[in-house]
């Protein structure tokens, strides 16, 4: 990879990202939005700029050669990150080339499929993290749609982008809530999807913390196996 190395799973991960932010750079652009939908927008854009950064410094500090990846592919990446100004996002154009020019060595679905199973971990947990991305976005504008009564209290994008939060989170503060049939749908949807992200999320956490210590038993038992061998071959040797 022009400017470092992360694993497929990685790498297709960045990909939906902008995908993602592409897609909502061109909705925003082109379709008439209300200033509701707009403020939601803006708001997942600057936490997927974030994303971005973060990977730009990442990338930066694995490649090999910085000043080549800063100056072939590196400024761009950069730039791109910028959330305020409308034409730098569209160089999230140049992400997805170089993204696909770096899966390009895995052709084939099966070796694609094989490269993830190899971290199925990491895999899950980024699959799991772009659909948070997804479904708190997607249940912001969707309940600012249905929201829109007197007694309704999701009034603005801030409103939708904290209640889409506390309930995929399952926290639920109850400051925020939806009050009509439509709404209330699209929560249970939320909550339910929710349970299941964090649920992942936390076995995740659980697996990292637990494998330092079955490594150390596994090592352990390797070590013991070999001393049991080596015994074993001494008595032989004697006995001969």
């Known amino acids: 990879m022009t400017g470092g190395s992360h694993s497929h799973s990685?790498?297709?991960?960045?990909?939906?990202l902008c995908l993602y932010a592409i897609a909502a750079l061109a909705v925003h652009t082109l379709a008439p939005l209300d200033a509701s939908t707009i403020e939601i927008l803006d708001t997942a854009d600057v936490g997927v700029c974030a994303l971005f950064f973060v990977d730009f410094c990442l990338t930066l500090r694995a490649a090999k050669d910085k000043w080549r990846y800063f100056y072939t592919w590196g400024w761009v990446d950069l730039l791109s990150s910028i959330p305020a100004i409308s034409f730098l996002r569209w160089g999230r154009v140049t992400r997805v080339v170089r993204i696909l020019r770096v899966?390009?060595?895995?052709?084939?679905?099966k070796?694609?499929?094989s490269a993830l199973l190899e971290k199925r971990a990491q895999s899950v947990v980024l699959a799991a993290l772009f659909l948070s991305i997804l479904l708190v976005v997607f249940a912001s504008i969707?309940?600012?749609q249905f929201e829109t009564g007197p007694a309704a209290n999701i009034k603005d994008g801030a409103d939708a982008i904290w209640w889409a939060f506390v309930t995929i989170t399952t926290v639920g503060y109850g400051d925020r809530f939806p009050v009509t049939p439509e709404g209330r749908v699209v929560a249970a949807m939320l909550m339910t999807a929710g349970v299941g992200l964090f649920g992942t999320l936390s076995g995740f956490v659980a697996s990292w913390f637990l494998a330092p210590r079955t490594r150390a038993e596994e090592s352990e038992i390797a070590q013991l196996r070999t001393e049991i061998r080596l015994l074993r071959e001494h008595m032989?040797?004697?006995e001969q």
Do not use: C, K, P, W
Not at 10 to 16: A, E, I, N, P, S
Not at 103 to 109: C, D, E, N, P, S
């Open 10 to 16: 990685y790498q297709l991960f960045m990909l939906g």
């Open 103 to 109: 899966l390009r060595g895995v052709r084939a679905t």
């Open 111 to 113: 070796l694609i499929a």
């Open 142 to 144: 969707a309940i600012l």
């Open 236 to 238: 032989e040797s004697r």
